[in-house]
């Protein structure tokens, strides 16, 4: 297994620091280029993302391609010292080719055409727009293959949304037929589609899902979800192709958005050369802790380098003050921007880059934060903030292209998500599958024990312990690879809701938890979904093998289950199924599965974790008790081991460090008993010998 990776270019051995630059929209004042090349140095920033939306300064009529402008901006950037992500245009179509191709315009799925505008809103079958998008960036890669500016293609911006043109709708057929071996019988029986007779008898009868259509058969609304993150790899790979054959030694990555459930994110990541992600917290906010939403954060930062098997990552995009789309557009505190930046870097990344540079000054985004406002110079709070960051990256360069190897992976998946979203069961509108991943990470995350976020069709084998919260569907091969995993000593961590669908959205037959059944010990015979106001509480008996105590409140959802050939650790304490077990542990091989049947409180979590960490050996960043708010996280490679101390709360914290010597590679002071974090601090540590 690789410990440390190259640079994302030979040409920056160093942190990319830099933001979203659009030097297109101020062509007509020159003079500011030449403002924001000195700025850029002041920020310390080396790298920028230009031309992402761009296409109409690049070719304003059909045919007639004007590069002048970004030849300056290219060499200026060279002749300063910094470095290009080069991005192609898509992701905004100039309004001469919608007006005179109409089918590059994007469909909603009431199969009305939209008119111009916004974004992505484009047709990915439309062999116009595919056409016009690869001369595009086969214009792009002749004119800058040998720039020595260029170190990465940004392709498009943002991927998302689907189109319901006919195009679409055939295309949407046409990939029904390849997956379905053109057997019409197989998608029938795949879909159950005797169901309120909706059983098809010709592929031209199929549509897409529509809101004055169908929606109710969920193998149909799964079938297409995969089709659309399909088409848009189809799209993607398209765009690639000339970028791939003029310039072979240039990466290529798209902006990722987090936990998006439009495009399964682990399909698309397998094109990328680099992952890139946008990040945007409502930091500040009034319904969460800073902690609790930091270790949300943490969770995709996490989840963005397990899609490349721990390869670290971009951070594409992020505000150095606020943005403009939130309910409330809240300032980063004092301190917040330094730490959120070397958050993503604790977790991962090799890069921390804004949106946007400038502000924009006119249209949807002149009042987002940017690292230069509208008052265009460097005296403001936020530029010394982003400077402040800059400074602290180039005193990184020995992190750079390290990694981790956690000992525990949680299991987050975007095919189980769709079809628990779809699941007419539970709480209608709000299951809560993201946030109850969320919650079992978050109980490593509080301890400093580093965790990959990963697919069921990942691979187990690294891990001591793996977590698979809600694993509603289970696709062929995970449970043969579940169980194997725990014969060979692993554990396993499952429970409510959990083996009850396979990749078609048919319930297994047979009693739930289906193919986990057996390596579970357990059989899920039926949940109860509780009120706001109903709580339930599961008590550990005496003499548990965890050796737990205590109730803990138990609420949302309580399954009742039947013991099989699993031990009862604790039991519901009231309603009708008092005294039924609710927490139970399986030995199977050298391993053990543990099943929790309820949705419980977080200190439920929290202790039942720390038993089995402690239980496994877990790798943690450091070895010690962490404060209320405070996490550590590792980064390792050429044999060196740096440990990110953070401090997500309002509050100075104390840590008690154990009898190591450690160096703070940000100030160059030593440690070896106690550490100081000031609110929002964060240290940056090195073992001294």
């Given at each position: 297994?690789?410990?440390?990776?190259p640079?994302?270019s030979?040409?920056?051995?160093?942190?990319l620091?830099?933001?979203?630059?659009n030097?297109?929209?101020?062509?007509?004042?020159?003079?500011?280029?030449?403002?924001?090349?000195?700025?850029?140095?002041?920020?310390?920033?080396?790298?920028?993302?230009?031309?992402?939306?761009s296409w109409s300064s690049?070719e304003?009529?059909?045919?007639l391609?004007?590069?002048a402008w970004l030849?300056?901006?290219?060499?200026?950037l060279?002749?300063?010292?910094?470095?290009?992500?080069?991005?192609?245009p898509s992701g905004a179509?100039p309004?001469?080719?919608?007006?005179?191709y109409?089918?590059?315009?994007r469909?909603?799925?009431?199969?009305?055409?939209?008119?111009?505008?916004?974004r992505?809103n484009?047709?990915p079958?439309?062999?116009?727009?595919r056409?016009k998008?690869a001369?595009?960036?086969?214009?792009?890669?002749e004119r800058?293959?040998?720039?020595?500016?260029l170190?990465?293609?940004?392709?498009?911006?943002?991927?998302?949304?689907?189109?319901?043109?006919?195009?679409c709708?055939?295309a949407?057929?046409d990939w029904?037929?390849?997956?379905?071996?053109?057997?019409l019988?197989?998608?029938n029986?795949?879909w159950?589609?005797?169901?309120?007779?909706?059983?098809y008898?010709?592929w031209s009868?199929?549509?897409?899902?529509?809101p004055?259509g169908?929606t109710?058969?969920?193998?149909?609304?799964?079938?297409?979800?995969r089709?659309?993150t399909?088409q848009?790899i189809s799209f993607y790979?398209n765009?690639?192709?000339?970028?791939r054959?003029?310039t072979?030694?240039?990466?290529?990555t798209?902006?990722?958005?987090g936990?998006?459930?439009g495009?399964?994110?682990?399909?698309?990541?397998k094109?990328l050369d680099v992952?890139?992600?946008?990040n945007?917290?409502?930091?500040h906010?009034?319904?969460e802790?800073?902690a609790?939403?930091a270790?949300?954060i943490?969770?995709?930062?996490d989840?963005?380098?397990?899609?490349?098997g721990?390869?670290?990552?971009m951070?594409m995009?992020?505000?150095?003050?606020?943005?403009?789309?939130?309910?409330?557009n809240?300032?980063?505190r004092?301190?917040m921007?330094y730490?959120?930046s070397?958050q993503?870097v604790?977790?991962?990344?090799?890069?921390?880059?804004?949106?946007?540079w400038?502000k924009?000054?006119g249209s949807?985004e002149k009042?987002?934060g940017a690292?230069?406002?509208h008052c265009?110079?460097e005296?403001?709070?936020?530029f010394?903030?982003?400077?402040e960051?800059?400074?602290?990256?180039?005193k990184l360069?020995?992190?750079?292209g390290?990694?981790?190897?956690?000992?525990?992976a949680?299991?987050?998946d975007?095919?189980?998500?769709?079809?628990?979203?779809?699941?007419?069961a539970l709480k209608?509108?709000?299951?809560?599958?993201l946030?109850?991943?969320?919650?079992?990470?978050?109980a490593?995350?509080?301890r400093g024990?580093?965790?990959?976020?990963i697919s069921?069709d990942s691979d187990f084998?690294?891990?001591?312990?793996?977590i698979?919260?809600?694993?509603?569907?289970?696709r062929p091969?995970t449970?043969?690879?579940?169980?194997?995993?725990?014969?060979?000593g692993?554990?396993?961590?499952?429970?409510?809701?959990?083996g009850y669908?396979d990749e078609n959205?048919?319930?297994f037959?047979?009693?739930?938890?289906?193919?986990l059944?057996?390596?579970?010990?357990?059989?899920a015979?039926e949940?109860?979904?509780?009120?706001?106001?109903?709580?339930?509480?599961v008590?550990?008996g005496?003499?548990?093998?965890?050796n737990?105590?205590?109730?803990y409140?138990?609420r949302?959802?309580?399954?009742l289950?039947?013991?099989?050939?699993?031990?009862?650790?604790?039991?519901y304490?009231?309603?009708?199924?008092a005294?039924?077990?609710?927490v139970?542990v399986?030995?199977?091989?050298?391993?053990?599965a543990y099943?929790l049947?309820?949705?419980?409180?977080?200190?439920f979590?929290?202790?039942?974790?720390?038993k089995?960490?402690?239980k496994?050996?877990?790798?943690?960043?450091l070895?010690?008790?962490?404060?209320?708010g405070?996490t550590?996280?590792?980064r390792?490679g050429?044999?060196?081991?740096f440990?990110?101390?953070?401090?997500f709360s309002?509050?100075?914290?104390?840590?008690?460090?154990p009898g190591f010597?450690?160096?703070d590679?940000l100030?160059?002071e030593m440690y070896?008993?106690?550490?100081?974090?000031?609110?929002?601090?964060?240290?940056?540590?090195?073992?001294?010998?």
């Open positions: 297994m690789v410990n440390q990776y640079p994302i030979d040409k920056c051995r160093h942190f620091h830099g933001g979203d630059y030097p297109d929209q101020w062509i007509k004042t020159p003079e500011i280029w030449d403002e924001d090349m000195r700025l850029m140095k002041l920020a310390n920033c080396n790298a920028m993302s230009v031309g992402i939306f690049i304003p009529e059909e045919g391609f004007t590069f030849d300056t901006i290219m060499d200026k060279h002749d300063n010292h910094s470095f290009a992500i080069l991005a192609t179509r309004a001469w080719m919608s007006e005179k109409p089918e590059v315009l469909m909603g799925p009431d199969r009305e055409r939209n008119l111009h505008g916004h992505h484009h047709c079958t439309s062999p116009i727009y056409e998008t001369q595009i960036n086969r214009k792009l890669a800058y293959k040998n720039h020595p500016a170190i990465l293609w940004h392709v498009s911006n943002a991927y998302g949304g689907e189109c319901h043109c006919p195009l709708r055939e949407f057929r029904l037929k390849r997956r379905y071996e053109n057997d019988d197989r998608l029986d795949a159950w589609t005797g169901f309120w007779s909706h059983r008898s010709d009868q199929l549509e897409p899902p529509a004055h169908e109710s058969v969920h193998g149909l609304n799964l079938s297409w979800k089709f659309v399909d848009t790979k765009e690639i192709a000339p970028l054959e003029l072979p030694d240039i990466p290529v798209t902006n990722l958005m936990t998006y459930t495009l399964d994110y682990t399909k698309l990541a094109e992952v890139s992600w946008d945007y917290p409502n930091w906010n009034d319904w802790s800073t609790e939403l270790s949300k943490s969770f995709v930062h989840l963005n380098r397990s899609l490349k721990g390869k670290p990552f951070l995009e992020s505000t150095p003050s606020h943005v403009n789309w939130q309910q409330v809240k300032l980063k004092p301190g921007h730490l959120s070397l993503a604790a977790h991962g990344s090799d890069t921390v880059q804004y949106f946007q400038r924009s000054r949807s009042l987002h690292v230069v406002d265009g110079h005296n403001t709070r936020v010394k903030d982003v400077a960051v800059g400074a602290a990256l180039q360069n020995c992190v750079l390290t990694t981790v190897r956690p000992d525990a949680v299991i987050y975007w095919e189980n998500r769709w079809a628990i979203d779809d699941a007419q209608k509108d709000q299951k809560g599958y946030e109850t991943c969320e919650s079992h990470y978050r490593l995350w509080k024990i580093p965790a990959d976020v069921m084998s690294s891990y001591k312990l793996v698979a919260p809600m694993l509603y569907m289970v091969g449970a043969e690879r579940i169980e194997k995993f725990v014969e060979n692993g554990v396993f961590v499952t429970g409510y809701f959990s669908v959205d048919l319930c037959l047979g009693g739930f938890p289906g193919p059944r057996k390596v579970t010990g357990i059989w015979e949940i109860d979904a509780l009120y706001d106001d109903d709580k339930n509480a008590v550990f005496p003499d548990n093998a965890l737990l105590n205590g109730e409140e138990a949302e959802y309580c399954e289950i039947h013991a099989e050939t699993a031990d009862v650790l604790a039991v304490k009231s309603d009708f199924y005294g039924r077990p609710a139970t399986n030995s199977f091989g050298k391993g053990k099943y049947a309820a949705r419980t409180e977080e200190r979590l929290d202790v039942f974790y720390q089995l960490a402690d496994k050996g877990l790798m943690r960043a070895h010690c008790e962490l404060p209320e405070v550590a996280q590792l390792c050429g044999g060196r081991k440990i990110f101390l953070m401090n309002e509050a100075e914290k104390i840590v008690d460090i010597l450690y160096k590679l100030t160059g070896n008993d106690r550490i100081s974090l000031l609110p929002y601090g964060v240290k940056v540590m090195e073992e001294d010998g």
